[in-house]
């Protein structure tokens, strides 16, 4: 695994809150606290949904980074005909496409890339605005396999 | 005769449609790997596509195309046996009926699958422990996970247990779920002295577990479970 990238970062910021909510439920200090140990466990979990969205925010902003780069590439110096479909579909900063049309700019759609982030962002949606997601989320594995997205963007 | 294709269609991918529209009249390509066309101008593109499916065994009446828009999808593409369906509705309903089948049966091996991993790691981690250390069993922990909840697949008791050393436990393993985003099912561990993370990162359906664990205590660094790491948990 890879340490040190943003992402690995933030999963080593949610360890050390993880690791502090389950010594509360491991050392019995819930109890002494009146904590339930069910209430320590979906506060783990909430904390695992806000990790989520704290990594998934972070890549949203590589994507826009990459697709920005991709599009320079492709209209700078290119003569009109090269570069309009480019420009056109691109927009003006006040109206960028959404975020799945750049991520089909990243990867095939057919690809398991591609599948693995639209799965990532309909949760990031749920969760963001106000859905109940009620699945587990392994966030060292998530960072991780952010982390390998990024590290396959295309640059041209 | 129809325009041909201009990529190559996998065999799975054929053999899945062929076997499909046999069976209940109706395939959507909802993996993406055959290219559909246009159901605004179908012509000689669907000719095309309807001549690949015959050529991989298609017997059945000639082919319609149509697209439902589905959640999450600019919009998924059905290809229909008119003989069978005599509308583009009654050929979507029969779609939903089949793929609502196909996901209660998915969903259920999946469950069954987890279960026998949860078995086995049980059965390893007996296998490992020095002979004055034993397992006690706790109440299960319910699974019933919100695909389980859409397919009306029952309820069902994920082993969870302890290990003791004479009268005191030295560790709790305590399966969390199977649905884990970026893993393929999860089980908390917890020991005197740290917390683990244990996750399989195998494929869906794809053989035994791969456990890897993370210890809480230290950098996220993942290992592998194996004895010695097991024993190092309990401080052997």
């Given amino acids: 695994m890879m340490i040190g990238t943003v992402f690995m970062d933030i999963a080593e910021e949610w360890r050390n809150i993880d690791r502090f909510l389950m010594n509360y439920e491991r050392l019995g200090i819930a109890d002494q606290a009146g904590l339930e140990t069910e209430t320590l466990k979906i506060q783990r979990s909430r904390n695992d ?46 109206r960028r496409p959404e975020f799945m049309r750049k991520v089909e700019i990243l990867f095939d759609k057919n690809r398991n890339n591609f599948k693995t982030i639209q799965y990532y962002h309909k ?5 963001a ?5 009620t699945e587990q989320l392994a966030i060292p594995q998530v960072a991780e396999a952010i982390d390998s997205l990024v590290s396959d963007f295309p640059t041209t | 005769m129809g325009v041909a294709l201009t990529k190559t269609v996998p065999d799975a991918a054929l053999k899945t449609a062929v076997a499909r529209l046999h069976a209940v009249g109706v395939f959507a390509d909802e993996d993406n790997q055959l290219q559909f066309p ?11 596509l309807q001549d690949l499916i015959r050529s991989a065994g298609y017997r059945g009446g000639d082919l319609d195309i149509v697209t439902v828009e589905e959640e999450d999808n600019d919009g998924l593409t059905v290809l229909f046996d008119r003989d069978r369906h005599l509308t583009a509705e009654a050929a979507v309903g029969a779609w939903h009926t089949d ?9 259920e091996t999946r469950v069954k699958d987890w279960l026998d991993r949860l078995e086995a790691l049980k059965d390893t981690m007996a296998a490992w422990l020095p002979s004055d250390l034993s397992i006690k069993d706790l109440p299960p922990t319910p699974l019933h996970e919100t695909l389980m909840r859409r397919y ?24 969390r779920g ?7 099912g999860r089980v908390d561990l ?9 996750v399989d990162i195998s494929e869906p359906l794809s053989g035994p577990a791969e456990w890897k664990v993370y210890d809480l205590s230290k950098h996220l660094k993942s290992e592998t479970l194996d004895a010695a790491f097991f024993l190092g948990m309990l401080g052997r």
């Fill in chain 1, 49 to 94: 949904q806000a990790y989520f969205l704290y990594i998934f925010t972070r890549f949203e902003k590589c994507v826009d980074e990459a697709v920005d780069h991709i599009v320079q590439n492709r209209t700078q110096d290119a003569d009109w005909a090269e570069r309009r479909i480019w420009q056109a579909w691109y927009g003006t900063s006040r």
């Fill in chain 1, 123 to 127: 949760i990031r949606n749920e969760i």
């Fill in chain 1, 129 to 133: 605005h106000g859905g109940e997601w």
């Fill in chain 2, 38 to 48: 246009s159901p605004i101008m179908p012509g000689p593109r669907l000719r095309g």
């Fill in chain 2, 99 to 107: 793929h609502a089948n196909r996901w209660r049966q998915y969903v």
């Fill in chain 2, 152 to 175: 009306s697949v029952p309820r069902a008791d994920m082993p969870t247990f302890e290990i003791w050393n004479g009268s005191q436990a030295v560790m709790r393993v305590e399966p």
């Fill in chain 2, 178 to 184: 199977l649905w884990v985003v970026g893993a393929n």
């Fill in chain 2, 190 to 198: 917890t020991t005197r002295q740290s917390a683990y993370i244990l």
